[in-house]
Structure formats: structure tokens, C-alpha cells
Nanobody
Framework: QVQLVESGGGLVSAGGSLRLSCSAS????????MNWFRQAPGKRRELVAQITSGGRTYYRDSVKGRFTISRDNAKNTVYLQMNSLKPEDTATYYCATRGPFGEDYWGQGTQVTVSS
């Protein structure tokens, strides 16, 4: 029922910026929390940022002050603005949300590679 599609990844030099987008179909996102996760090769998936239905935001310590999560309800889209990128940020980035019965929905992922 819900489909999430990420875009905006790519190759960038250290110190550069990227903006990731997550576009939803089949569901209006305004009433639901939205999350960005990432997974680097050989490592477990980790939560990067969350924005609640009320607009409260949370970030893991390693990205605080550099990443900003936001939403545009009119476009049914969630964004992750990534500034001052570091090689340690290299990973596949996923957006995700939880449905009314506890089911999880994931996008296909978008690759972010930061060169030193």
C-alpha cells in the first residue's frame, strides 16, 4: 500500500553537501513519523534522523549540526540535507515509516559516497 522512493545520492568530496529526498505514494505522511537510516558495507543499519508528525526532530550524535531532516507535506516528501560530509558518512541511505498496525515500510535506498 505504501511505497517510498529515495533519490539524491551520489559521489561527493569531503566537506561537500547533498540533499536526499523520499517521496511517498499510497499514504499521506503528515500524520506519521519519518526516519532516515543508513548502512555501510559490513556494518549494521543505524538510525540517522527522525522527524515526528508534530515536527520534532532527533539526530544521532555523529551528524548533529551537519544534517537536517525536514518535510514538505504538500509534496508528500521528506528530505535529509547533509552538509560538511565526511568519508564516515559513506553508506546506503534509507527512509522508513511505520504503519498503523506496526508494519514497517522501507525505500529502496540511495547510495552516498564521500571521498577524502
Amino acid at each position: 500500500q505504501v511505497q517510498l522512493v529515495e533519490s539524491g545520492g551520489g559521489l561527493v568530496s569531503a566537506g561537500g553537501s547533498l540533499r536526499l529526498s523520499c517521496s511517498a505514494s499510497g499514504r499521506t505522511l503528515s500524520n506519521y513519523d519519518m526516519n532516515w537510516f543508513r548502512q555501510a558495507p559490513g556494518k549494521r543499519r543505524e538510525l540517522v534522523a527522525q522527524i515526528t508528525s508534530g515536527g520534532r526532530t532527533y539526530y544521532r550524535d555523529s551528524v548533529k549540526g551537519r544534517f537536517t531532516i525536514s518535510r514538505d507535506n504538500a509534496k508528500n516528501t521528506v528530505y535529509l540535507q547533509m552538509n560538511s560530509l565526511k568519508p564516515e558518512d559513506t553508506a546506503t541511505y534509507y527512509c522508513a515509516t511505520r504503519g498503523p498496525f506496526g508494519e514497517d515500510y522501507w525505500g529502496q535506498g540511495t547510495q552516498v559516497t564521500v571521498s577524502s
